[in-house]
């Protein structure tokens, strides 16, 4: 089965720092445009960045561009965001997803992101 | 950025009834290929959101074909013809035309 796993969410203290992680199995990871979507407590979903196949071209919801960075390990099959300066705002479920005809076609189960002191 | 606007944001429904969900961009989602890129999601409880429809009418696999999206242009419409007791939830519409991807604010059906 298509799989996507997230990782590396937890407690943060405001204007600490976190690095998540999503490993891919059973595609042609490589292959795919890649995404972080968060989902703040009782809201809808925020797209927040992504990064080509070949991790050449990346970009970001203006509120996080200069904190966070998105980024690829194709020999590994992973996708990471390394969060930076982080915010109350920021706290959220993130999700990891695969584009693919203008769509999130595979989503993560989530990992949660609490920022508070 | 695109703003995408979702209605009703409730939509009681009595199972075996038809339910409609409307969303519309603040701009043409027609990309240069003639692709509409929106899509439709569906959250259930506690899980996470799953892809229903994308590129405006296509049913993603394994959604039965009760689901149904049209639309062009800036007006887009998600379709049940016989709402099922598993279709509670939250919908989404999305764009992905470009960047920042942006989502509707939700419409909670509820039976």
């Known amino acids: 089965e298509v799989q996507l796993v997230e990782s590396g969410g937890g407690l943060v203290q405001p204007g600490g720092s976190l690095r998540l992680s999503c490993a891919a199995s059973?595609?042609?990871?490589?292959?795919?445009?890649m995404s972080w979507v968060r989902q703040a407590p009782g809201k809808g979903p925020e797209w927040v960045a992504n990064i080509n196949q070949d991790g050449s071209d990346k970009n970001y919801v203006d509120s996080v561009k200069g904190r966070f960075t998105i980024s690829r390990d194709n020999a590994k099959n992973s996708l990471y965001l390394q969060m930076n300066s982080l915010r109350a705002e920021d706290t959220a479920v993130y999700y990891c997803?695969?584009?693919?005809?203008?769509?999130?076609?595979?989503w993560g189960q989530g990992t949660m992101v609490t920022v508070s002191s | 950025d695109i703003v995408m606007t979702q209605s009703p944001l409730s939509l009681p429904v009595t199972p075996g009834e038809p339910a409609s969900i409307s969303c519309t961009s603040s701009q043409s989602l027609l990309d240069s290929n003639g692709y509409i890129c929106l899509d439709w999601y569906l959250q259930k409880p506690g899980q996470s959101p799953q892809l229903l429809i994308y590129l405006g009418s296509n049913r993603a696999s394994g959604v039965p074909d009760r689901f149904s999206g049209s639309g062009s242009g800036t007006d887009f419409t998600l379709k049940i013809s016989r709402v099922e007791a598993e279709d509670v939830g939250v919908y989404y519409c999305m764009q992905a035309l470009q960047a920042p991807i942006t989502f509707g604010q939700g419409t909670r059906l509820e039976i």
């Open positions: 059973r595609f042609t990871f490589s292959s795919y445009w």
């Open positions: 997803a695969r584009s693919d005809k203008c769509a999130f076609d595979i």
